[in-house]
């Protein structure tokens, strides 16, 4: 994964973000060679020691989240047919979700409505059974759907069971994170080398302590985030209960991480950072997303609170 991300993924994440348009030539080499389609995310999700989807996500990400994103949003799909949906359901729809190798498809995972975010409860979307068609009929209207109007399968959460969402965000959750310190990683590694380049006052930045401790520090925090969902991913692997909500843990503090690094790296470019010149600008706008979808920064702190509580936190 980390050669497709530094070979085929960063060369084209500045035309694509561009263009913004969905990379439909990154995901076709991507089917053609084994790394998009349910095989290849069986066999990561299939590693007993738990972190190996983690790892691809963060390379993947590193290469670029937009791209990474347009990959992987297709899984989030799958995850919501393996948490709720039947064995029968999961082989007619999984295969459907990703196409084949020579013909890739995208699917997506519907839940949020204009008036239902955080608030997954206050959804309005309905099923309900048709017998003179002997078909399900949906009706409601759904908002900020990640690969919407393009997918091949849209999975859509209805209020016949809105406990579905929930549990596909908790199982998802350490990998969300993996994705969010590939960025922070990708912008520490930039700030780095510019860091070690760039002079001032006839010295390479990197040479002042104010610079120096700023990346140290990134560094510490990037390690010790990804402990931290490499434990979660084992715990959801080998079926140990989020006692501590630690799949909510991860996402909160890769997904806070990535926001304060990559915005360290655009400061420690200076204006260069501020400029479509370097990546560090784009990873900046891609990481913010990470403090709010798949639950905001201030959902997840009351989800830890209540788990380590026992209380009805609010
Ligand atoms: C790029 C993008 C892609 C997305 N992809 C998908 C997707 O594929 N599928 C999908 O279903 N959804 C998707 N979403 C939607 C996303 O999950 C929601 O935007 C998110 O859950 C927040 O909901 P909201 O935007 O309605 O914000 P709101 O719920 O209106 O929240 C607004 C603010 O209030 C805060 N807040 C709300 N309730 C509380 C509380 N109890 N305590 C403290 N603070 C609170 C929030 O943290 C936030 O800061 C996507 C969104 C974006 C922007």
Known sequence: MHGFAAQAVRPAAAEWDEREETPWPVIQEAARIGLYGFESLADMYGDPSGPSLQIANEELFWG???????????SLAVAGIFASGT????TEWVPQC????DDPKVAAFCVSEPQAGSDVSAMTTKARYDEARDEWVLSGQKAWITN????????VVASVDPQAALATFE???????????????????????YAGEREAFGRPIIENQSIAFALADLRTEIESVRLLIWQAAWMARNDRTFDAAQGS???LRAGELAVAATEKAVQI???AGYSREHPVERMYRDAKIYTIFEGTSEIQR???ARAISGRHIR
């Open 269 to 271: 470019l200076g204006g």
């Open 87 to 90: 064995p029968d359901q999961f």
């Open 98 to 101: 990703y196409g084949d190798k």
């Open 64 to 74: 670029d989240a937009g791209v990474g994103m347009a990959l992987f949003g297709t």
């Open 171 to 193: 199982v998802s959750r350490p990998t969300v994170g993996a994705q969010a310190l590939g960025i922070a990683r990708a912008a520490y590694e930039y700030a780095l080398e």
């Open 302 to 304: 009351p989800v830890i």
């Open 148 to 155: 919407g109007g393009i997918a091949e399968v849209h999975v």
């Open 249 to 251: 843990m991860s996402k």
